[in-house]
């Protein structure tokens, strides 16, 4: 997704002084037409510029074309044209480090973090340091590995970038923006960013705690609690969870959701049946977890969905201890009603109405 960032291996400037990465001194190139401010003095020359240039135009798909794009610009032209970069660009015979600080990589990540890429950058990175860290591209042949770091020494880079632009603000799906939650626990990963408090958050912990024996604690688990977190939690829940009552939909990927299915299926579930002897699909899995409205508390539904909107966050493989089945399952208790597959979400219908 972020591969243009390897085109930080460049040519530079030849000089004397120690102002560039390489030693050398930053000259004057008018001919730049992409990183423009610096013309006047620059460590790169016009070939690595238009480089970069063409990189990261072939990926306003993924970084959009508002200011996450251009927050990327202005950092990707700081690594290889800033006349200083000698201060914050540290080069190995294998590798060349960019060192940025703290308030650069939370700017470039809030500006970018609710682009909508089949699903956000948000949902795939879901902290800062994710999404920078990504940026790293590994060695290949002759070409140093390109490192971005977020650091604290005094020489990092910093800058003041553009916030969100307004078509990329994430909202959640009561209307309102999310909101930093500290103290998050089971949906930590939301901790800097949510669309729930910690108050809807302990609903959902202990309707996990309390299924323990069906999903238990591997990766089939884990994907359960990062659907749930990310309908109740996700800072861009507004993209995909629609509240028309009386019925709330989450839209899932089909990718996610045979993901989640595949790290469950052969989990023993009733003693004698695993989840895909009962479940002989992630439709028909994931409709399991729907809850129907009851009184004047809406109905939840969990549906697969081919939208560009849908959900697409990361998912677990499964795990050994999710492969066991009921052959070599011997603590698997629990009643073969499907019903009991919708308690772990039947916090959402108290939450969606906070």
Not at 134 to 163: C, D, K
Not at 181 to 191: A, D, I, K, Q
Not at 222 to 248: H, I
Request: glycine share 8%.
């Amino acid at each position: 997704m972020l591969k243009s960032f390897a085109l930080f291996v460049v040519c530079v400037v030849a000089g004397a002084n120690a102002l560039c990465y390489d030693g050398t001194t930053a000259v004057a190139n008018p001919n730049l037409n992409f990183c423009v401010e610096y013309r006047a003095s620059a460590c790169c020359a016009t070939t690595s510029e238009q480089l970069l240039a063409g990189h990261l135009q072939s990926l306003n798909g993924t970084l959009g074309s508002g200011n996450c794009s251009e927050n990327a610009r202005r950092l990707g032209c700081a690594f290889i044209c800033d006349p200083n970069n000698f201060n914050f660009v540290t080069p190995t015979s294998t590798s060349l480090t960019g060192n940025f600080t703290s308030f650069v990589v939370t700017s470039l990540y809030d500006s970018c973090k609710c682009v909508d890429d089949n699903g956000t950058i948000g949902d795939t990175y879901t902290t800062a340091i994710d999404f920078f860290t990504a940026l790293n591209i590994p060695q290949q042949g002759p070409a140093p590995a390109v490192n971005f770091v977020n650091s604290s020494s005094a020489g990092a880079y910093n800058t003041t970038l553009l916030p969100p632009s307004s078509f990329d603000t994430c909202m959640c799906g009561s209307g309102q923006p999310p909101n930093p939650v500290p103290g998050l626990s089971l949906c930590r990963e939301y901790s800097q960013s949510s669309c729930c408090d910690t108050t809807t958050e302990g609903i959902l912990i202990n309707h996990i705690a309390s299924l323990d024996n069906e999903f238990g604690t591997a990766n089939c688990a884990e994907n359960v609690r990062r659907v749930g977190c990310a309908f109740l939690c996700g800072p861009n829940n507004g993209a995909y969870v629609s509240m028309n009552f009386p019925t709330f939909r989450g839209n899932f990927s089909v990718t996610l959701t045979n993901g989640v299915y595949n790290s469950c299926k052969d989990r023993c579930w009733t003693g004698t049946d695993t989840f895909g002897q009962i479940y002989p699909n992630a439709s028909s899995f994931m409709a399991a977890l729907n809850v129907p409205a009851q009184g004047l508390s809406p109905a939840i539904n969990f549906d697969i969905s081919t939208s560009s909107k849908a959900y697409n966050g990361p998912v677990l493989s499964a795990a050994a201890a999710d492969m066991l089945g009921c052959a070599e399952a011997t603590t698997e208790t629990s009643s073969a009603s499907a019903v009991l597959v919708s308690y772990l979400f039947a916090a959402f219908i108290a939450v969606l109405l906070l």
